[in-house]
């Protein structure tokens, strides 16, 4: 067998070149299945979820204490080595650049189950030289371990300096496949005065304007309606633009009221609509509503390819049910169709 030198792995990475716009691989990734390696009875049921699900995460990160961090680390190198995960990807959230045990993640995972590793999950990036950081550090393992197939990198967006400086980060390295959205310490780091991990709030809120008494003045006692606004429409839509620009993948984060799938699945329809392409799932449930939510729904397909065969060489406009539609509805539509072939494959 030859054998490759290290310079055949290196790529010519220019620190601070954007990445060429490129097709990353697109594998549905509609739920993000987190799980802690270090919990036994946990990981005892990650073989039985292989093909329900489209990523398997093993978290190093946030929600394994400081005590279990090398278990988690050693639990996934045990899973992914005995695991054949077949059509499901596998992912890894390492701890963050800033934490005493970044530098283990990497070191253990790469050489030892680097080739069954499709993303890694970088939090709290705040800039282009996190993502410099691990490029490099991926690129001299892989060369090390042999691996052909870079593992590509998926960076959370959970400080404000990382929302300032999304564009830049989407573009860091030809690694990039995508971002997902961190509620929780982003609304921590931007001062937001929540308590929760994703969602709503009851309190960010429009009213009804108030009807005017006779005197002229707002009536205080009338009944309004009152609308929830969503708090995180903002950073998605900043995040979603990004990843457009850089032909990369926008998701959604995670979810914590489990018991509210209602307001789970409204929270995931949104980004699904605003471009996202999936979502984390902290529990099972999660990952029923991600695949139903992420995925077209039949009308929408049925619809979407009523216009792509009526819009004919695509240029024009035709009207469909009292509605003009033309070469931009056209692409609309063809994004549903794209997907829904996508998925179907
Ligand atoms: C996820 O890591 C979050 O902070 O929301
Ligand atoms: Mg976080």
């Given at each position: 067998m030859s054998h490759k030198s290290a310079k055949d792995f290196f790529r010519p990475l220019a620190v601070g070149a954007p990445a060429p716009l490129r097709e990353i691989?697109?594998?549905?990734?509609r739920a993000i299945h987190f799980f802690d390696p270090s919990n036994e009875k946990m990981a005892a049921k990650i073989p039985d979820m292989v093909g329900t699900v489209d990523v398997l995460l093993g978290n190093l990160e946030d929600a394994v204490k400081a005590d279990n961090k090398v278990a988690a680390r050693e639990g996934l190198v045990r899973i992914a080595q005995a695991t054949d995960f077949g059509p499901t990807q596998l992912w890894t959230r390492i701890n963050s650049l800033d934490s005493p045990w970044v530098l283990d993640d990497l070191t253990t995972l790469v050489p030892a189950i680097g080739e069954k590793l499709d993303v890694i999950m970088v939090p709290k990036v705040q800039e282009p030289a996190d993502i410099h950081y691990v490029d490099r550090i991926l690129a001299q393992l892989e060369a090390k371990a042999g691996i052909t197939k870079p593992i590509l990198i998926h960076a959370i967006l959970e400080t404000a300096r990382g929302v300032a400086n999304v564009e830049e980060i989407c573009g860091a390295s030809p690694r990039m496949q995508g971002l997902s959205l961190g509620p929780a310490d982003l609304a921590a780091d931007r001062k937001m005065k929540t308590t929760r991990v994703g969602g709503g709030h009851p309190g960010y809120l429009v009213r009804e304007d108030a009807p005017r008494g006779e005197d002229g003045?707002?009536?205080?006692d009338a009944k309004r309606a009152i609308f929830q606004q969503d708090l995180w429409h903002y950073t998605i839509a900043k995040m979603v633009d990004a990843c457009a620009t850089h032909g990369i993948y926008p998701y959604y984060g995670p979810f914590g009221d489990i018991k509210d799938t209602v307001a789970c699945e409204d929270q995931f329809r949104n980004a699904f609509l605003l471009g996202c392409v999936g979502t984390w799932s902290l529990h099972p449930v999660q990952i029923k509503i991600a695949n139903r939510v992420f995925s077209p729904s039949v009308e929408d397909i049925a619809h979407a390819r009523r216009v792509v065969a009526a819009m004919g060489d695509g240029t024009g406009a035709v009207m469909i049910d009292g509605k003009m539609e033309d070469d931009a509805s056209l692409k609309q539509c063809l994004v549903l169709v794209e997907l829904a072939e996508k998925l179907a494959e």
């Open positions: 691989p697109a594998r549905p990734s003045l707002p009536d205080l």
